[in-house]
């Protein structure tokens, strides 16, 4: 499987403690990232946000409770929406339109 090879540019802030990368073209933009340990799930790079946003209702799925997963977006540091795993829920907050 070949690798695309990103471009960097810039670094972004989001949500004053994520620093992503602003990449301009990658074929799996979409990524999920644990707020709670301040770092991405490895492995988890989709290219469609309802991929990405699917994949992580399943990974908080099985978490314990107050586990917080949200989904943005590399190439423009969007932040799509937030799954927190409470007692006997899971609640979802939606992103940037």
Same mark, same amino acid.
């Given at each position: =499987?070949?690798?695309? !090879?990103? $471009? /960097?540019?810039?670094?972004? /802030? /989001? ?5 992503? &990368?602003? /990449? !301009?073209?990658? @074929?799996? &933009?979409?990524? *999920?990232?644990?707020?709670?340990? $301040? !770092?991405? @799930? &490895? ?5 469609? +946000?309802?991929?990405?946003?699917? %994949? ?6 099985? +978490? $314990? @409770?107050?586990?917080?997963? #949200?989904?943005?977006? *590399?190439?423009?540091? !969007?932040? *799509? ?5 409470? @007692?006997? %829920? *899971?609640?979802? =907050?939606?992103? #940037? $339109?």
């Amino acid at each position: =499987m070949a690798t695309a !090879k990103a $471009k /960097v540019t810039a670094l972004r /802030v /989001v949500r004053a403690y994520v620093h992503v &990368p602003v /990449v !301009k073209d990658t @074929v799996r &933009p979409y990524r *999920i990232w644990d707020s709670q340990n $301040k !770092k991405s @799930v &490895p492995h988890r790079c989709y290219g469609t +946000e309802r991929r990405a946003l699917d %994949s992580a209702l399943l990974l908080v799925r099985w +978490e $314990k @409770v107050s586990v917080t997963y #949200e989904v943005f977006d *590399i190439r423009t540091a !969007k932040w *799509i929406g937030t799954y927190v795993r409470r @007692v006997d %829920s *899971i609640g979802f =907050m939606g992103g #940037e $339109k």
